[in-house]
C-alpha cells in the first residue's frame, strides 16, 4: 500500500470499511492489501448503480478466502539432510465453478503472495467466461539450484498432502513461476499413486503426451500479445515493426517473444534475476529456450553465445526504448522509474503479462500518459483460459488440434478485451482497463453469489 495508491484510487464511503477490515486482519500482508485495493478503488461507479451487491455484503466476502490451507513439506536433500518447506493452497472462490489456479515454487512465497494471486485469480477466472473458481497454492521452495531428484522428492512431499484438497470438481491446480512441465508430471503422478486415480481433469499444463491440451505452454505468453494487438486494433494499430520489450525468461516470457515475433513485431529484450539482454536483431527464441529450458542456466550465456546481444548486470531492462512492454516476471517489477522511462521512449501499449507486475505508481503514472495498459488479470488470462479448455478436452476426452486451440485462445482474449472495454466504457472511465476488468470480472463473481446465497 502506498500513497499513490491510496490517491489515485480512494475508497468511497461504502468499501472503506471493507478494506479497514483486510488491513485489521492482514496487517502483515503488503501484496494481498495491494491487490484488494486496487479492485477496490476501480468498482466504485458500478457499485453506486449497483447498491444490492453492497447490501448482500458480497465485497466483505470476497475478501475472505473461503478455506487456507497451510502445510509442512518435509523432505531429505542430495546428502540426506531434512529440508522443511511450508505448503500452501488458498481456495478463495468456488462460486463460478472448481477452485483454479497455479502453483507456485519460489523462495519469496508467503501468504501474502498467494492470497494476492488467489484473490486476482477470482476476477481473472470470470473474467475467461470459462466457469471457473479461484485459488493458487505453492510454496518457498526454490528448484534453482537443486538436482532432479531433489525437486522429485519435494514434488512427491508436497502432493502426500495437498492431493486431499484436490478433485477435478474441487480444486484443479496448474503451473506457476518455478512449476513447469516437470514439476506437474511429478505432482499429477503423485497423485494418481495415492488416490488410484488417473484424473486427469485435476491438474492442467500436463504433458500434451499424458492428457494436456495443445497451446497450454503458450497460452499465458500468447495471449498477453493478443491482448496488446486488440488494444491497439481499437487505435487502427497494429503490432507490425514495433519493438517490444519483454521482462522474464520463464514460460511467459519465452512465448510472448514468439507470438510478438510471429505478429511481425521484434521483441529485443528478457531478463532473469542477474540482469538483462538487448538483442537488437531480435531474441533468438531457440537459444532462449536451450538456456532457459534444457540447460536451466543464467541469461547472460545468451549473450555469451550470440554476437548480436549484450547483457547488462543489474540495472532495469525498461531503460531499453521499446513500443510495447510485456512485463511477464513477478509482481512489482516495474516500478515508478520505470514507467517514467519507458514513456519518455515513446511506449504505446504496456500489457502485463506476470501478475500485478507493475506498481500501483508505475500504472497510474502510464494511464495519465494516455499510454494503453493491460492489467495482467486480463491480459495474462489466456494461461488459465485455455487450461480450462484443457479440463473440456480431458472431461469428453477429445483432444483438439494446436490450431483450433490457438483460435479458441484468440477469441477468449478479444472477448476478455471486449468485456473490459465495454464496463469501462459503460461506468464513465473509457480506455481504464484496470477499472473495466475488476467491474466486468467482480460483476460475474457477485451475480453468481448473489443467486446463490450466504453461503
Ligand atoms: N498460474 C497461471 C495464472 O496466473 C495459470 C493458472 C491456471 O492455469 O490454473 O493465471
Not at 468511497?12 to 478503488?41: K, N
Not at 500452501?88 to 497455479?102: A, E, M
Not at 510471429?262 to 529456450?289: E, F, K, M
Not at 514507467?339 to 521512449?345: G, K, T
Request: aromatic residues 8%; glycine residues 10%; contains cysteine.
Amino acid at each position: 500500500m502506498t500513497a499513490t495508491q491510496t490517491e489515485f484510487h480512494p475508497l468511497t464511503e461504502s468499501v472503506q470499511p471493507v478494506f479497514d477490515t483486510v488491513l485489521a486482519r492482514s496487517p502483515h500482508e503488503p501484496e494481498f492489501q495491494q491487490a484488494v485495493h486496487e479492485v477496490l478503488g476501480t468498482i466504485s461507479p458500478m457499485l453506486e448503480q449497483h447498491p444490492e451487491y453492497v447490501e448482500a455484503g458480497i465485497l466483505e466476502r470476497l475478501v475472505e478466502p473461503e478455506r487456507q490451507i497451510m502445510f509442512r513439506v518435509p523432505w531429505l536433500d542430495d546428502s540426506g539432510k531434512l529440508q522443511v518447506n511450508r505448503g500452501y493452497r488458498i481456495q478463495f472462490s468456488s462460486v463460478l465453478g472448481p477452485y483454479k489456479g497455479g502453483l507456485r515454487f519460489h523462495p519469496s512465497v508467503n501468504l501474502s503472495i498467494i492470497k494476492f494471486l488467489g484473490f486476482e485469480q477470482i476476477f481473472k477466472n470470470a473474467l475467461t467466461g470459462q466457469g471457473i473458481g479461484g485459488a493458487k497454492g505453492g510454496s518457498d521452495f526454490d528448484p534453482h539450484g537443486r538436482s532432479e531428484a531433489e525437486v522429485m522428492r519435494f514434488c512427491q512431499s508436497f502432493m502426500s498432502e495437498l492431493y486431499r484438497h484436490l478433485g477435478e470438481h474441487t480444486d484443479v491446480p496448474a503451473g506457476d513461476i518455478g512449476v513447469g512441465g516437470r514439476e506437474i508430471g511429478y505432482l499429477f503422478g503423485t497423485y494418481r499413486k495415492i488416490t488410484n486415480r488417473h484424473e486427469s481433469g485435476m491438474f492442467t499444463g500436463k504433458g500434451t503426451g499424458w492428457g494436456g491440451a495443445e497451446v497450454r505452454t503458450e497460452a499465458t505468453g500468447y495471449g498477453a500479445v493478443f491482448f496488446a494487438q486488440e488494444m491497439l486494433a481499437v487505435h487502427n494499430e497494429s503490432l507490425a515493426g514495433k519493438r517490444v520489450g519483454i521482462s522474464g525468461s520463464g514460460n511467459v516470457a519465452i512465448y510472448a517473444i514468439q507470438k510478438a515475433a510471429q505478429l511481425g513485431a521484434t521483441a529485443v529484450t528478457a531478463s532473469d534475476s542477474s540482469g538483462y539482454i538487448v538483442d537488437d536483431a531480435g531474441i533468438d527464441l531457440d537459444l532462449l529456450r536451450q538456456l532457459k529450458e534444457v540447460e536451466r542456466t543464467r541469461i547472460v550465456e545468451y549473450a555469451n553465445r550470440r554476437a548480436s546481444a549484450r547483457f547488462v548486470e543489474g540495472g532495469s531492462v525498461w531503460d531499453v526504448p521499446v513500443d510495447i512492454a510485456v512485463p511477464s516476471a513477478t509482481q512489482n517489477e516495474l516500478s515508478l522509474a520505470d514507467a517514467e522511462a519507458l514513456i519518455a521512449n515513446g511506449v504505446r501499449a504496456v500489457s502485463e503479462g506476470a501478475n500485478m507486475p507493475c506498481v500501483p505508481e508505475a500504472v497510474a503514472a502510464f494511464q495519465q500518459a494516455g499510454v494503453l495498459f493491460a492489467p495482467g488479470k486480463a491480459a495474462n488470462a489466456g494461461g488459465v483460459a485455455t487450461s480450462a479448455l484443457e479440463m473440456s478436452q480431458n472431461a469428453s476426452r477429445q483432444r483438439w488440434t494446436f490450431a483450433d486451440s490457438e483460435n479458441k485462445l484468440r477469441e477468449i482474449m478479444a472477448d476478455i478485451h471486449d468485456a473490459a472495454f465495454n464496463a469501462a466504457e459503460k461506468y464513465g472511465v473509457p480506455g481504464d482497463y484496470v477499472a473495466g476488468a475488476n467491474i466486468a470480472g467482480f460483476q460475474r463473481v457477485a451475480t453468481a453469489m448473489l443467486a446463490q446465497g450466504v453461503i
